[in-house]
């Protein structure tokens, strides 16, 4: 097509472009461009395409066909605290999406992450796929990954990176309909500025939304996407999450229908629909047509969109510097090679009591045991590679054969039919059959407790696991088939898919064993003798078993430690089974059945290590004191097995830190659903316990001291740069990398502040005997924090400390520099004061009222509470709150929440409705000074707005 169209002009800007291209399309053709499955426009040259492709661990492609670089899980990345490799990593997966872009079938441009989610709890379900707990880790880990992605070129992008979920998106088990109560300063603080720097200083143009409401807003038409990501940072695009879209009808039940809904969200949240054009274009269309939805906003949306597409390059192949690139760089050798490094550096020694490394002596043997000992699981956002090597193989191919033992140290165990007194068997077919008269005619099955009940099932003769039906591959296959009662077949090469069909919920009660599907379907015998999965009632028969133990897993490992010099138990989670989207830990503790096995080995033989491979922490305060050593690291891709053989034998010297606080019990964690860390103290940031291991933690195999800490001034202002230097001198007698950490506690404060927070860090490799100077440096724009009164950061004058450490916890050295700042004296009673600008509450939701988009706290009951910090009441003897409520009155009790001093009161009639807001005033003591003002509520209220007034005498 000749350039007849001023949106061909590539000497025009992206967004000109785009509102060009925009101008020329119908009505219709712009309905058929809201969901991720876009229409081409051949009259004017546009081509149908997809849009979005996952990018965690590298270019996902699940086909099996076409092999990409697979880099650890997030998690294991961020221990790597090295920014400058994160930007390489980037730079080489941007790379592999260009050149799978240019095959048949073409891969997208368009990026499904990085996720950028804050890790504030260790047992929300997706835990590998972020970056720790730390907005400064997360952010410039992201930023750097991003900007690799993205490319160097200052017109086209060599792909575009939209970050997951924004945001407050940590809660698997109810994320359909659950609501984040976020607090301003946490808002602004904690949450938003993990994203800000991917966006401003990376590569990111976009951003993905969140399922969940946050204050009572649906993610997908959250207004923040637009006045804070796109008018304050610049980001150009967001979209939704997968069927997002029919949530705010069907889930979050916001809206009577979708025309409404997709009203509400286009030129306000996302630009783009992840779900089907069968419910998204008929909505587009309606709310059109009625009036709901004006054309200039679905004009802006659509403009977004094409924004990137054009900044991609799509329309200008021969301008495009990434059109063309060599094929021969996907997965290749050297691609693969900067994965092994980064899987090397994400090792993290969390105990090391002189076991490592081992010494290889040339005929030296070690017993390997444990579920993932002979495992390299993928998980769902991982794409495809060969020669997954696991522990077992790395270390036979670096020791031989014969050097290294190995036992998985599973119960192997056999199943009996209470209903037809027989045991369980196989046909030829896999099929399972409660017919079998003997044990020794039995099908053994290794058993794998990954704990909360969660079983899985192996043949140890055929090595296929057991699942309903034909397993998830067939499923899909063969969607017309719904048989009502499927039998279960020993059939499936590996337990894994979207459902995982191979996983079985195990309950004994008095020597009974009753197991229930992937489904929660009971498992039964029929009337011919085949184990089912059906729904069953009462005390059926047909679903009672027994489980016998023909072979104990722990005596099998313990007998085998005995034959070696040393023994490495491979615990952890696999990536599908507890623990994934859409479902949360229950606990933290290492599955109990790991636990007894690694008691077992270390019984028999001391030269124990425990190697954890996991997507999240595990409380293992016992487990630890039976191991001499303890490694830890994410599922690595292909390289596992070598990465941990070499890291065991000392050629790769561990340098990983934990991007995450470990936690000693869940009793240190509150309720999975509340994200208020200031409030519940959790996080580095805020926890006063004592944690397993803190944030920032990792041993190595060398020492390292630390001297002549400086920073290049005393005291600094906003808009200065504060740089500090340190010497690091490896005086240990490996080669080594060593991960300096910049810590700052901040002066006391009328406001809750962190104990701490990073704010640089540098990953240094020193060799033995050598010094270097390591160089750390931050705005101090970086210290400050969201005033409420201003609507705006806010640096505080006063002494600050910096803390170089080897850790959170671990510090190495100090200084004290001066921030001159503001000087804060309280919060303006008379000032209206947000009612979710707490720092203590009970009982209590952030709601929003979409009529004014006014945020308000609703109070559930008579025990529910609300502490306002530092209000000063000096001269104020009234006040005025907004407040709407069911009830016949309405009651609120004001105090000092330090003395529990009532202030002041007010009472008047109830509103007839939740959201029927009305004011109400009372009388209140003045108090000289700041105080943290405490709301008491008597039964179920909506508070809106409070202020405090001088009363006109």
């Given at each position: 097509?000749?350039?007849?169209?001023v949106?061909?002009?590539?000497?025009?800007p992206?967004r000109?472009r785009?509102?060009?291209?925009?101008?020329?399309?119908t009505?219709d053709?712009k309905v058929r461009m809201v969901?991720?499955h876009l229409?081409?426009?051949?009259?004017l040259?546009?081509?149908?395409v997809?849009?979005?492709?996952e990018?965690?661990?590298?270019?996902v492609q699940?086909?099996?066909?076409?092999?990409?670089?697979?880099l650890?899980?997030p998690?294991?990345?961020?221990?790597m605290?090295d920014?400058?490799?994160?930007?390489?990593?980037g730079?080489?997966a941007?790379d592999?999406v260009?050149?799978?872009?240019q095959m048949?079938?073409?891969?997208?441009l368009?990026?499904?992450?990085?996720t950028?989610?804050?890790?504030r709890d260790p047992?929300?379900?997706?835990?590998?796929e972020?970056?720790?707990e730390d907005?400064?880790?997360?952010g410039?880990l992201?930023a750097?990954?991003?900007?690799?992605?993205r490319?160097?070129?200052v017109?086209y992008?060599k792909?575009?990176?939209?970050l997951?979920?924004?945001?407050?998106?940590n809660y698997e088990?109810?994320r359909q309909?659950?609501?984040?109560n976020?607090?301003?300063?946490l808002k602004?603080?904690?949450y938003?500025?993990?994203?800000?720097?991917?966006?401003?200083e990376?590569?990111?143009?976009g951003?993905?939304?969140?399922?969940?409401?946050?204050n009572?807003v649906?993610?997908?038409n959250?207004p923040?996407?637009?006045e804070i990501?796109?008018?304050?940072?610049g980001?150009e695009f967001a979209?939704?999450?997968?069927?997002d879209?029919?949530?705010?009808v069907g889930?979050?039940?916001?809206?009577?229908?979708?025309?409404?809904?997709?009203a509400?969200?286009l030129g306000?949240?996302?630009d783009?629909?992840?779900?089907?054009?069968?419910m998204?274009n008929?909505?587009v269309a309606e709310a059109?047509?009625k009036?709901?939805l004006?054309?200039?906003?679905?004009?802006k949306a659509?403009i977004d969109m094409f924004?990137?597409?054009?900044?991609l390059?799509e329309f200008?192949?021969q301008?495009n510097?990434?059109?063309h690139?060599n094929?021969?760089k996907?997965?290749?050798k050297e691609h693969?090679?900067?994965?092994?490094?980064?899987a090397e550096e994400?090792m993290?020694l969390?105990e090391?009591?002189?076991?490592l490394?081992?010494?290889?002596d040339?005929?030296?043997?070690v017993?390997v045991?444990?579920p993932l000992a002979?495992?390299?699981?993928?998980?769902?956002?991982c794409?495809?590679a060969?020669n997954?090597t696991?522990v077992?193989?790395g270390l036979r191919q670096?020791?031989?054969?014969?050097?290294v033992?190995?036992?998985e140290?599973?119960?192997h165990?056999?199943?009996?039919?209470?209903?037809t007194?027989?045991?369980?068997r196989?046909?030829k077919?896999?099929?399972?059959?409660?017919d079998?008269?003997?044990?020794?005619s039995?099908?053994v099955?290794?058993?794998?407790?990954w704990d909360?009940?969660?079983?899985?099932l192996?043949?140890?003769?055929t090595r296929?696991?057991v699942t309903e039906?034909?397993?998830?591959?067939a499923?899909?296959?063969?969607?017309?088939?719904m048989?009502?009662?499927?039998?279960?077949?020993c059939v499936s090469d590996?337990?894994?898919?979207?459902?995982?069909m191979?996983?079985?919920?195990a309950?004994?009660?008095?020597g009974?064993?009753?197991?229930s599907?992937w489904?929660?379907?009971?498992v039964?015998?029929d009337?011919?003798g085949r184990?089912?999965?059906?729904?069953t009632?009462?005390d059926c028969?047909?679903?009672?078993f027994?489980?016998?133990?023909?072979?104990?897993?722990?005596?099998?490992?313990?007998?085998l430690a005995?034959q070696?010099?040393?023994?490495v138990?491979?615990?952890g989670?696999q990536?599908?089974i507890n623990a994934r989207?859409?479902?949360?830990?229950?606990?933290?503790?290492?599955?109990?059945s790991?636990g007894?096995?690694?008691r077992?080995v270390?019984?028999m033989n001391?030269?124990t290590?425990?190697?954890?491979?996991?997507?999240y922490?595990?409380?293992?305060a016992?487990e630890r004191?039976h191991a001499?050593?303890v490694?830890?690291?994410?599922?690595?891709?292909p390289?596992?097995?070598?990465?941990?053989?070499?890291t065991?034998?000392?050629e790769?010297v561990?340098a990983?830190?934990?991007?995450?606080t470990w936690?000693r019990?869940?009793k240190?964690?509150?309720?999975?659903?509340d994200y208020?860390?200031?409030?519940n103290?959790?996080?580095?940031?805020y926890?006063?316990g004592?944690?397993?291991y803190p944030f920032g933690y990792g041993l190595?195999?060398t020492?390292f001291?630390?001297s002549?800490v400086?920073a290049d001034?005393?005291?600094?202002?906003?808009?200065?740069?504060v740089h500090?230097?340190?010497?690091?001198?490896?005086v240990?007698?490996?080669?080594g990398?060593?991960?300096v950490?910049?810590?700052?506690?901040?002066?006391?404060?009328l406001f809750?502040?962190?104990?701490?927070?990073?704010?640089a860090?540098s990953?240094?490799?020193?060799?033995?005997g050598?010094?270097?100077?390591?160089?750390?440096?931050?705005?101090?724009e970086?210290?400050?924090f969201w005033?409420?009164?201003?609507n705006?950061?806010?640096?505080?004058?006063g002494e600050?400390i910096?803390?170089?450490?080897?850790?959170s916890?671990?510090i190495?050295?100090?200084?004290t520099?001066y921030?001159e700042?503001q000087?804060?004296?309280?919060r303006?009673?008379?000032?209206?004061?947000?009612p979710l600008?707490?720092i203590?509450?009970?009982?209590?939701?952030?709601?929003?009222?979409k009529?004014d988009?006014?945020?308000?706290l609703?109070?559930k009951?008579?025990?529910s509470y609300?502490v306002?910090q530092?209000?000063d009441?000096?001269?104020?003897d009234?006040?005025?709150?907004?407040?709407?409520?069911?009830?016949?009155?309405?009651?609120?009790?004001l105090?000092d929440?330090?003395?529990?001093?009532?202030l002041g009161s007010?009472?008047?009639?109830?509103t007839?409705g939740?959201?029927r807001?009305?004011?109400l005033?009372g009388?209140?003591?003045?108090?000289?000074?700041?105080?943290d003002?405490?709301?008491?509520f008597?039964k179920?209220?909506a508070l809106?707005?409070?202020?405090?007034?001088i009363?006109?005498?």
């Amino acid at each position: 097509m000749s350039d007849q169209y001023v949106f061909q002009n590539t000497a025009l800007p992206p967004r000109k472009r785009a509102e060009e291209l925009v101008a020329l399309l119908t009505r219709d053709e712009k309905v058929r461009m809201v969901t991720n499955h876009l229409d081409g426009v051949p009259r004017l040259g546009i081509p149908e395409v997809g849009f979005g492709v996952e990018i965690a661990r590298g270019l996902v492609q699940r086909n099996g066909q076409r092999e990409t670089t697979i880099l650890p899980q997030p998690w294991g990345m961020a221990a790597m605290f090295d920014s400058e490799l994160m930007e390489k990593l980037g730079d080489m997966a941007g790379d592999e999406v260009r050149i799978s872009n240019q095959m048949d079938p073409p891969s997208s441009l368009a990026l499904f992450g990085p996720t950028v989610d804050m890790e504030r709890d260790p047992r929300w379900g997706r835990n590998e796929e972020a970056y720790g707990e730390d907005p400064c880790l997360t952010g410039k880990l992201t930023a750097a990954y991003t900007r690799g992605l993205r490319g160097e070129h200052v017109y086209y992008l060599k792909s575009a990176p939209l970050l997951k979920h924004f945001y407050a998106n940590n809660y698997e088990n109810e994320r359909q309909t659950t609501n984040a109560n976020i607090t301003p300063r946490l808002k602004r603080e904690y949450y938003l500025k993990a994203f800000e720097p991917a966006i401003r200083e990376g590569g990111a143009v976009g951003l993905m939304t969140a399922y969940n409401c946050i204050n009572g807003v649906e993610g997908v038409n959250n207004p923040d996407v637009r006045e804070i990501c796109k008018k304050e940072w610049g980001m150009e695009f967001a979209l939704s999450d997968g069927g997002d879209f029919g949530q705010n009808v069907g889930a979050h039940r916001s809206y009577e229908d979708h025309a409404h809904s997709i009203a509400d969200i286009l030129g306000v949240g996302a630009d783009m629909m992840l779900d089907s054009q069968d419910m998204v274009n008929p909505a587009v269309a309606e709310a059109l047509e009625k009036g709901y939805l004006a054309e200039s906003q679905l004009d802006k949306a659509l403009i977004d969109m094409f924004t990137i597409r054009f900044m991609l390059g799509e329309f200008d192949p021969q301008e495009n510097p990434y059109a063309h690139m060599n094929k021969s760089k996907l997965a290749c050798k050297e691609h693969k090679k900067l994965a092994v490094q980064a899987a090397e550096e994400s090792m993290i020694l969390l105990e090391n009591n002189g076991l490592l490394p081992f010494k290889d002596d040339g005929k030296c043997k070690v017993a390997v045991v444990g579920p993932l000992a002979d495992k390299n699981y993928t998980c769902w956002y991982c794409g495809y590679a060969p020669n997954q090597t696991s522990v077992v193989a790395g270390l036979r191919q670096k020791l031989g054969e014969n050097r290294v033992l190995f036992d998985e140290g599973l119960d192997h165990i056999v199943l009996k039919s209470q209903k037809t007194g027989k045991y369980v068997r196989l046909d030829k077919n896999g099929a399972l059959m409660a017919d079998a008269d003997t044990a020794n005619s039995a099908e053994v099955f290794e058993r794998t407790d990954w704990d909360y009940g969660s079983w899985t099932l192996r043949s140890l003769k055929t090595r296929k696991y057991v699942t309903e039906g034909a397993g998830f591959a067939a499923m899909q296959e063969e969607a017309h088939r719904m048989p009502v009662n499927p039998g279960l077949n020993c059939v499936s090469d590996e337990a894994f898919g979207w459902f995982v069909m191979e996983l079985f919920t195990a309950k004994e009660e008095d020597g009974v064993l009753y197991l229930s599907t992937w489904q929660g379907r009971d498992v039964a015998v029929d009337g011919e003798g085949r184990v089912i999965s059906a729904v069953t009632h009462g005390d059926c028969g047909d679903v009672k078993f027994t489980a016998e133990v023909v072979s104990s897993g722990a005596q099998r490992a313990a007998r085998l430690a005995v034959q070696a010099d040393y023994a490495v138990v491979c615990g952890g989670n696999q990536p599908l089974i507890n623990a994934r989207e859409e479902y949360d830990r229950p606990d933290i503790n290492l599955p109990l059945s790991q636990g007894e096995l690694l008691r077992a080995v270390w019984e028999m033989n001391r030269n124990t290590v425990l190697y954890m491979i996991t997507g999240y922490p595990f409380a293992i305060a016992e487990e630890r004191e039976h191991a001499g050593a303890v490694l830890c690291s994410s599922h690595l891709g292909p390289c596992l097995g070598h990465v941990a053989a070499n890291t065991l034998f000392g050629e790769n010297v561990p340098a990983g830190r934990t991007p995450s606080t470990w936690y000693r019990s869940i009793k240190d964690l509150p309720s999975l659903d509340d994200y208020d860390i200031m409030k519940n103290k959790t996080t580095y940031l805020y926890f006063d316990g004592k944690p397993l291991y803190p944030f920032g933690y990792g041993l190595s195999y060398t020492d390292f001291a630390y001297s002549n800490v400086a920073a290049d001034q005393r005291s600094y202002s906003c808009g200065d740069e504060v740089h500090v230097s340190v010497d690091i001198e490896n005086v240990g007698s490996w080669d080594g990398d060593e991960v300096v950490q910049l810590y700052v506690v901040p002066p006391k404060s009328l406001f809750t502040r962190p104990r701490k927070m990073l704010k640089a860090f540098s990953r240094l490799a020193v060799k033995q005997g050598e010094k270097v100077t390591a160089h750390l440096s931050f705005q101090v724009e970086d210290l400050a924090f969201w005033d409420t009164d201003s609507n705006s950061y806010v640096v505080e004058d006063g002494e600050y400390i910096l803390e170089i450490s080897a850790s959170s916890e671990d510090i190495r050295c100090r200084c004290t520099v001066y921030i001159e700042g503001q000087q804060l004296v309280g919060r303006d009673g008379r000032k209206p004061i947000n009612p979710l600008d707490v720092i203590d509450y009970r009982n209590v939701e952030f709601l929003t009222d979409k009529r004014d988009w006014q945020e308000y706290l609703e109070a559930k009951d008579f025990r529910s509470y609300a502490v306002y910090q530092a209000v000063d009441l000096h001269g104020c003897d009234g006040f005025e709150v907004l407040v709407s409520s069911v009830s016949g009155t309405v009651d609120l009790i004001l105090a000092d929440n330090a003395t529990g001093e009532i202030l002041g009161s007010c009472s008047g009639p109830g509103t007839g409705g939740m959201t029927r807001f009305a004011p109400l005033y009372g009388t209140v003591v003045s108090k000289q000074g700041p105080i943290d003002l405490r709301v008491c509520f008597t039964k179920q209220t909506a508070l809106k707005s409070l202020r405090f007034f001088i009363r006109e005498k």
